[in-house]
């Protein structure tokens, strides 16, 4: 009778009914449901049943404050870049003619645009920029140095450089556009632009000639322009002798030289 009772009992606690006594039968066995993790908890701490949502809902929310703040601060950017550059490549307009600075000084130097690539007729020429001057001896004689070839310099200083400098790459040509766009045929200078760009040109060439800047008397610059050679597969025939346009002969003043280099100083010690 005891040993009913434990057995009794011990069914009742299983949730099973307890079959009659004598009936030979048995209840089956219990069976065991395994249950899944919990899932982990937050970084603050917070249970993850108690955060929902997937991807930013699912952060606390200081995280999801600084990461709209971040968002918006970058929309708005990618907004008033593409505005800008949209306005520096569109027809003139009200809005270039009021802004025009400001864009300008939004876009250059560093998203200039430059569709020669994309145009029908794209660039098919090298062009060069070589100086030479006239140096001052102790004796007084002069001499003229020959042609120094400035954008092989340039080149040659790009060539293997994963990061060249926008002076490197962008200094000489702009210089040379500057020159020609506010010059006449025959180089006469088209008002305050066109003396700016021969002084721009002159300071170029001092930088250049800084080791013998002391003794220059004057400098002349040129263009040399040569066409690109058709690729062996074409059988497209161009000229690839050079063209040459000679810039004149400019007087080098104190202000053209480079810092520290004082001519004065120079000629006293003849």
């Known amino acids: 009778m005891d040993a009913y009772v434990e057995k009794g009992a011990a069914d009742a606690d299983d949730g099973r009914p307890t079959p009659p006594a004598g009936t030979g039968s048995e209840a ?4 065991t449901v395994p249950f899944a993790s919990p899932p982990a908890d937050g970084p603050d701490g917070s249970p993850a049943a108690d955060r929902g949502g997937v991807g930013i809902m699912a952060l606390s929310m200081p995280y999801q404050v600084v990461l709209a703040v971040a968002l918006a601060v970058a929309g708005v950017f990618a907004c008033v870049h593409l505005a800008m550059v949209f306005l ?6 009200t809005l270039t003619k009021r802004h025009g600075q400001a864009v300008d000084d939004w876009v250059y130097p560093e998203f200039e645009q430059n569709w020669k690539l994309f145009a029908p007729n794209p660039l ?13 001896a102790a004796d007084g004689s002069r001499r003229t140095t ?5 954008t092989a310099q340039d080149a040659e200083a790009i060539r293997h450089n994963p990061m060249p400098s926008h002076a490197q790459q962008n200094e000489l040509r702009r210089a040379v556009d500057f020159y020609l766009n506010s ?8 008002g305050m632009r066109g003396r700016l760009s021969e002084e721009y040109m002159r300071r170029i060439a001092m930088l250049r000639l800084a080791d013998r800047s002391g003794d220059v008397e004057r400098v002349q610059l040129r263009t ?3 066409a690109v050679p058709a690729p062996g597969w074409s059988s497209e ?7 040459y346009r000679d810039f004149p002969w400019w007087p080098v003043t104190d202000a053209d030289r480079p810092a520290g280099v004082d001519r004065s100083r120079t000629e006293a010690g003849r």
Not at 28 to 31: G, K, L, N
Not at 126 to 133: D, H, I, T
Not at 183 to 190: A, E, K
């Open 28 to 31: 089956p066995p219990a069976v």
């Open 88 to 93: 520096h490549v569109a027809p003139s307009n």
């Open 124 to 136: 098919q020429q090298n062009v060069s920029v070589e100086v030479r001057a006239e140096i001052v």
């Open 146 to 150: 020959g042609w120094i070839d400035l």
């Open 183 to 190: 010059h006449s045929d025959d180089h006469t200078p088209n």
């Open 224 to 226: 040399v322009t040569r």
């Open 237 to 243: 025939k161009n000229d690839t002798a050079p063209s």
